[in-house]
C-alpha cells in the first residue's frame, strides 16, 4: 500500500497533436510547484499524473491547488490487485468518513472502473461485491447511486487506486503553453488579480512597476515585490521590473495641464511597459483597468491610454466590479497584501479634476512638451530588475 | 554614499563598549541569577552592576531599579501597576494629551475598566500649565503621569516644579514620569524631585533594544502585570534578559562619560542646526519652545510640504530623519502631539523631526544643512499648485 495522489486535467484533451506539448509543460509546472517538497515523485499514466512518496500530504495538497490546468485531485491509496485488499481499504476509508460525519444515516455508492481486462471481476461486480461489503459492515450505510453522501472510487489499473475525494482545483492552462505577457503591476487590488487570470489562460508572466521614490516610500516597493512573489505561486518565476518614474511626473507636471495628468502618465507608463515587454520577448500587456472605476479609467480615457502603444493590451477585469476583483483577490492570496497601508504620496501629481473624456489629438499635443523619448530611454536604463 | 544619521529619538546604535561588555555577557554569563549554585550568583552580580550604572547617573539607590522588556512595559508597569494598587482610593488619573502611545494606551485600557483620566492640554510650545494641573488634582486623583522630554518636539515638561507640587498635598497621587527620550540626555533626579516612578529604555542610550528600567521610589507601591516565578521582588516575573541588562547598564555608564566629559555638547550641536536651518530657509517653522526644549530632539515645519516626502527626499540623499505625520492618499494622520500644540494642519503635514547622540559630529550637521536645503527646494518645484 502506499498513498498518492491522483491529478486530472482537462482542458488540455482538446489540444489534438499538441497534447503531448502541453501534458510535459504540466509536469514540469508540476514538478516545479513540489520542488521544495522532498523525496516526492511525479509519474505520468494513461491521462493523467500522480504524486508519491511524500510525507505531508497538506502540503502536495496545497501547492497543486494553485497548478495551472489541473482540474482537480484524489488523495488514494494505491493497492495491490487484490480484492480482499480493496475491501479492506474501503472498510478503513468508510470508518474514518463514519467517524467525522454528523449524520445518523450515510448514503453512499461505489464507482468502479476496470482498466485492467485481466482482472477477474468486471467494474459492475466489483461495485455489487464491495458495496455489499460495507452494507453489511456498517448498518448506518444506506446506498443512493442519485445523490450520495459519498462516492467511492476503485480504478483497476497497474495497481488499484481507491478514493472519495476530489479535490476541485484551478482549472485554466499550463503556464507556458500561450506564450507571455507583461503585467503592470501597482500595489493596489486589481493588477495582481489581472495578472492570476491571464496567467491561468497559460500565459507566463513578466511584470512592471513604476516607482515614483521619495513620492513613495521603499514599503510601497517591498508590497508589490510582496504581491509579485504570491503570484509565483501560481505561474512560477517571474521578473520584476521596477521602473524609476519620479523624472517623467515631474516633468508632466511642470510641462503639461493639470488636468491631463493622470492620463499622460497612464500613456508613458504603457510605452514603457511596452519597450520591457519587447525586451522579454513578452507579445501583450495586461492590465488590472475595469470601466468607470477611476476617472482614468473612462471609456474615453482606456481608448486615450489604449492608443499609446501597438502590443494588444489585455484588461481581464475589464466589466467587474469592484467586490468581484476583491473577492478574487481573497481567494488567491493577494488582498491582504494589497491593502497594506503603504499608500504614496502621490497626490501631488493626481490634478484636482482629473479630465474624465480626454481627446487623444489634445493629449498627444501635450505629450510633445516634453522629451517624451529621451525621458523614456532614461527610465529603461535604469530599471531596477528582481527576479522571484 | 555616505550616510547620516539624524533618528537618534527613534533609536540609537549601540556603541561598541556596549557591544563587548554584551559579548563577554553571552560568552562567560549565561548563568540564571535565580540559580542557587554560583553560575547564578556571578549573574546576580552583573545585574547590581548594571543597576549601580544607572542609579549612579539618577542619583538613586540602586536597590530601586527593576528591568524591563523595554520602554512600553515600564510604562504600562506603573500605570496599570499604580491604577490596580490604589483603585479602592480613588480611580482618577491625570496625563496629558502629548504622551507616547504606550501611556495613552494605557490609559485607555484603564478608562475601559472604569478609570476616570483627565488628559491636561499643553501651550503652543508643547508644555503644560501648573494651573490646570492644580485645578484638575481632586480627593480621588490617584496617580499623575507626565513625560519628561517629548519624543517628538522635544519639549520639556516642569517635572521638578510637578514634584514640588505633588509633595505639599496631603494626599499626595503616586507621580509617575515617562523619563525615555530624557534619560542620559537632560539632568533627571527622581529622588531629589518628588518623582516616584521613573521609565527608561536602553535602546535610546546606545544599549541593545528589548530591554528598558523602570525606577521605584523605595515606599510606592505597585501590583506586578506579569505573574511567574517572582524575580525582581515579585514584581517583574520572567528570567532576567541578564545579556540586555548588561548592555543597558553600559549604555548609561557611557552616556554618563559624555555628560561628564561635556555636558553641553549637544546643546551647542542643536543651535547650530536651529542657525543653520534658520538662515537657510526662511519658511521653516521651530515647533516648540527653543528654549525649553531638550538638546537632541528638533521638531521642524514646512508649511505646505508633505514631511513624508521630504524624508524619502533626504533618504535619497543618505540622511535619515523621521516624521510624525504619516501621508497616504487614503486618510490623512497628524501626530496628536503637534495637534495638541494647536498647530495648522499644512505646518503639521511638513513636518520633520530631526534628533541627534553623542555620536552626531559638527561636520555631519554641516553636511547636513545643504542637503535640507536642497531637498526642500527640489521638492518645493512639484508642490501642490
Redesign the interface.
Known sequence: MEKVILIRYGEIHLKGQNRPYFERVLLNNIKRALKDISGVKVLKAQGRFYVENYSDEAAVVDALTRVFGIVSISPAYKLDKDFDTITQYAQMIMKDFIANSQKDVLTFKVESRRADKKFPMDSMTISRELGGRLLRQFPELKVDVHNPDMVLNVEVREYTYIYHEMIPCAGGMPVGTNGKAALLLSGGIDSPVAGWMIAKRGVALTAVHFHS?????DRSKEKVIELARILTRYCGSIRLHVVPFTRIQ?EL??KCP?EQLTILMRRSMMKIAQEVAKREGAAALITGESIGQVASQTVDSLVVTNAAVAMPVFRPLIGFDKIDIMNIASNIGTYETSIL?Y????????PRHPATHPRLEKIIKSEQLIDEEVLIKEALENIEVIEL | MKQIYLDYAATTPVVPEVVDAVTDCLKNDFGNPSSMHRLGIQAEKRIKEAKNHISSLLKTSPDEIIFTSGGTEANNMAILGTAYDKKRSGMHCITTAIEHPSVLQAFKHLEKQGFEVTYLTVDKNGIISLDELKANLRRDTILISIMHVNNETGSIQPIHEIGALLEGLERKPVFHVDGIQAFGKVPLFPDRWGIDLLSMSGHKIHAPKGVGALYKRKDVRIQPILFGGNQQGGLRSGTENIPGIVGMGEGAKWVAQKLADDSSYLKRLKDKLIKGIQEALLNAVINGSVGESAPHILNVGFPGLKGEILLHALEEEGVYVSTGSACSSRERKLSHVLKAMGLDNRTAEGSIRISISYLTTTEEIDEFIPTLVRAVSRIERFTRR
Open positions: 521614490f521619495p513620492y513613495t516610500s515631474q507636471y511642470e493639470d497601508p499608500e504614496d504620496c502621490c497626490t501631488v501629481f493626481t
